[in-house]
């Protein structure tokens, strides 16, 4: 069992970065696959990206692609979410997860953190 606590949010102006972060606590962290989703008010979370359980594979949503990177550092137990030219369409709360692979559906994990705050104004 993991168990997962997201920080780093906050608001920032477009074409800002921000660092999210997620720490883990159980002994099988490095076994999982993570993952980052995002919900907006109204809208349905959506998948935002996705990390192999040694880093080897990545994997990111088209609208997304090329300005986030999600990387893990085992050692400390902790996923990241490098968010680089942000927009106001990326305003959302974002929630890291884990589960055993790197998939886009939120039923494929099975842990989940509470969520942070990130706001983009224009």
């Keep these: 069992?993991?168990?997962l606590v997201e920080s780093g949010g906050g608001l920032v102006q477009a074409?800002?970065?921000?660092?999210?972060s997620c720490a883990a606590s159980g002994r099988t962290f490095s076994t999982y696959a993570m993952?980052?989703?995002r919900q907006a008010p109204g809208?349905?979370?959506e998948f935002v990206a996705a990390i192999l359980w040694n880093g080897a594979g990545t994997y990111y949503a088209d609208s997304v692609k090329g300005r986030f990177t999600i990387s893990r550092d085992n050692a400390?137990?902790?996923?990241y979410l490098q968010m680089d030219s942000l927009k106001p369409e990326d305003t959302a709360v974002y929630y890291c997860a884990a589960g055993p692979y790197a998939?886009?559906?939120?039923?494929d994990y099975n842990y989940w953190g509470q969520g942070t705050q990130v706001t983009?104004?224009?």
């Design 1 to 3: 069992q993991v168990q």
């Design 35 to 37: 993952g980052w989703f």
């Design 15 to 20: 074409g800002d970065s921000l660092r999210l």
């Design 120 to 122: 983009v104004s224009s």
């Design 76 to 79: 400390k137990n902790t996923a």
């Design 103 to 107: 998939l886009r559906a939120t039923t």
């Design 43 to 45: 809208k349905e979370r």
